[in-house]
T-cell receptor, first 114, second 113 residues
Framework: AQTVTQSQPEMSVQEAETVTLSCTYD???????LFWYKQPPSRQMILVIR??????QNATENRFSVNFQKAAKSFSLKISDSQLGDAAMYFC???????????FGKGTKLSVIP | NAGVTQTPKFQVLKTGQSMTLQCAQD?????MSWYRQDPGMGLRLIHY???????DQGEVPNGYNVSRSTTEDFPLRLLSAAPSQTSVYFC????????????FGNGTRLTVT
């Protein structure tokens, strides 16, 4: 079974600064997908970014980017120019290609300091 | 564009009572799933379905039943509620679970006393 580990239960960042959230995973599969989801206080789960394991290029979505290190099984999320609206729980998630199960980490609570 | 609709938003049950959490999606997604979210535990998969008439268990299926009679609806049933089932429940759907983003409902906060 796959496991996803987020080692930082809580983090904080100054507004306009950059922060990196860590995620590691354990799998024996070679083809899989990785995701970061955001959950603001409203409770709504929102997809932030997605990475396909067979792509070497790191995914980027505006101020959000990932550092995907396949050999190290690491998938960190970098948030640049942090905004107050970025304050949320962030979940890292893994899905094996062809799998019907998405495995989530336990989450990192990000606070943004004005 | 409704997306994924969950009802109710909040529910309080007494131990032993039964109830059904409703989930409907209007995106014609084949894949639907139920997760529970507990503090410090992330989201854990309860049951999922890959199409009408097809369901399977996830990581924490005990105490829950599901059925999928239509593409749109995927209800979650608690037959005899227990305090351990106090949680926030999310329904989610996608075209495919592994390479398509999940679309989540707004969640149901369930308290079992």
């Amino acid at each position: 079974a796959q496991t996803v580990t987020q080692s930082q239960p809580e983090m904080s960042v100054q507004e306009a600064e950059t922060v990196t959230l860590s995620c590691t995973y354990d799998t024996s599969e070679s083809d899989y997908y990785l995701f970061w989801y955001k959950q603001p206080p409203s409770r709504q789960m929102i997809l932030v970014i997605r990475q396909e394991a067979y792509k070497q290029q790191n995914a980027t979505e505006n101020r959000f980017s990932v550092n995907f290190q396949k050999a190290a099984k690491s998938f960190s999320l970098k948030i640049s120019d942090s905004q107050l609206g970025d304050a949320a729980m962030y979940f890292c998630a893994f899905a094996g290609a062809g799998s019907y199960q998405l495995t989530f980490g336990k989450g990192t609570k990000l606070s943004v300091i004005p | 564009n409704a997306g994924v609709t969950q009802t109710p938003k909040f529910q309080v049950l007494k131990t032993g009572q039964s109830m059904t959490l409703q989930c409907a999606q209007d995106m014609n997604h084949e894949y639907m799933s139920w997760y529970r979210q507990d503090p410090g535990m992330g989201l854990r998969l309860i049951h999922y379905s890959v199409g009408a008439g097809i369901t399977d268990q996830g990581e924490v299926p005990n105490g829950y039943n599901v059925s999928r009679s239509t593409t749109e609806d995927f209800p979650l049933r608690l037959l005899s509620a227990a305090p351990s089932q106090t949680s926030v429940y999310f329904c989610a759907s996608s075209r495919q679970p592994y390479n398509s983003p999940l679309h989540f409902g707004n969640g149901t906060r369930l308290t079992v006393t």
